[in-house]
């Protein structure tokens, strides 16, 4: 693909149709057991999403809190959030808890944050209105950033342009983030919906993460990708990009193979799927079946048709550093299936694609600097 191999990482999007408290417990065992593992095989990361309250499928609203039991059973795999809902957040009790798991961690911690979309319907349980997402998330991503770069924290972190955090100031008084990192500032991901917000996260020497949902052509994610490449290297000549796309990518013996596997959970959920589609704009899933949808939306089907599908994705072919795979379609996570999926991507995509399992154990000076 012309660059330095894709890292390989993979996104836990964590359902659980029995919520009880025992049920819950096995759920976060299952997902340690799993990161263990997908450390043990090499992979480079592992994403966890978070999501609020029982309107969501998955009970892991605190994904730092999960990801500080992960850090202390493991020692290399790098541990990140897809996404933090920022503007449900306090952007400082948020940069004091990323930066005590990134102790914890010896460096390893990437958060990525969002500005909710996947959880509107919790607004209202904190008083605020979705739709004022986007400002909010603006203001507290200028305090946020204000807390991991060191600045003083006396005076509320906002200016006319709101994104931008103040000048750093010399009151020795003032207080700052503790414990503080220097290198947690470029382990920062933003999800981007627009040109205009790639452009502000270059803006900001952040990483960028674009969804899901394969776009064959292009058409929706590339041009924002191009807009934050293009404006890092006018801004930060010095920085590599960093572009995360989570990708739903299914493995298995064939196609046919996967369809037969994915269709009695699937199937039930194509009418919800394209009545949200709808929704957002895109009407072209209405009516699909399992296997038009996954044609749609996915990379699926033996090692080879997904090393394929990966080659074929603009965006991973033209600006990718990290390729995240969704490989959930069950109400309730599947460990076994999880491992698997692991597997296939390790074992045979990875390497169709030049990678190479990442075995190397970072001292914690270095990780720490």
């Known amino acids: 693909m012309g660059r330095a191999p894709l890292k390989l990482g993979f996104a836990f999007n964590l359902g659980l149709r029995d919520k009880t408290p025992d049920a819950t417990a096995r759920l976060y065992d299952d997902v340690l057991a799993t990161i263990r593992y997908a450390e043990q095989v090499g992979l480079d990361g592992v994403w966890v999403g978070q999501h609020h309250f029982d309107i969501t499928p998955g009970p892991v609203p605190s994904p730092l809190v999960l990801l500080a039991a992960v850090a202390r059973e493991t020692s290399r795999i790098a541990l990140g959030t897809g996404i933090v809902t920022l503007p ?69 972190a906002l200016t006319p342009n709101a994104r931008a955090a103040p000048a750093l100031t010399t009151d020795a008084a003032s207080p700052r983030l503790q414990p503080y990192l220097p290198g947690l500032p470029r382990r920062v991901w933003e999800g981007v919906t627009s040109e205009a917000r790639a452009r502000a996260a270059a803006r900001a020497d952040h990483g960028i993460q674009v969804g899901a949902f394969f776009d064959p052509a292009g058409a929706g994610q590339h041009p924002k990708v191009a807009a934050y490449v293009d404006e890092l290297a006018r801004v930060h000549p010095q920085s590599e ?39 957002s704009g895109n009407t072209t899933l209405k009516g699909l079946s399992v296997r038009d949808y996954l044609d749609s939306v996915a990379i699926y089907g033996s090692p080879a048709d997904v090393v394929d599908g990966i080659e074929a994705d603009p965006v991973l072919r033209d600006f990718g550093t990290h390729l995240v795979a969704n490989a959930s379609f069950h109400d309730t996570f599947d460990a076994d299936h999880a491992r698997r999926q692991i597997d296939a991507l390790v074992r045979e995509v990875g390497p169709a694609l030049g990678w190479r399992a990442n075995a190397t154990t970072e001292t914690a000076a270095r990780a720490l600097a």
């Open 241 to 279: 990009p960093r572009v995360g796309a989570f990708r739903f990518l299914y493995l298995g013996a064939s196609k046919d193979d996967v369809v037969r596997e994915v269709e009695p959970a699937l199937a039930p959920k194509l009418p919800f799927l394209a009545e949200r589609g709808a929704q």
């Open 88 to 156: 449900l957040e306090d952007p400082l009790r948020l940069a004091e808890d990323a930066a005590v798991l990134d102790v914890l961690a010896r460096g390893r911690l990437h958060l990525g944050l969002g500005t909710g979309g996947a959880n509107l319907g919790a607004f209202e349980a904190w008083g605020l209105d979705a739709a004022d997402r986007h400002r909010l998330y603006d203001e507290k991503l200028a305090r946020l950033n204000a807390a991991l770069t060191g600045q003083a924290l006396t005076a509320p």
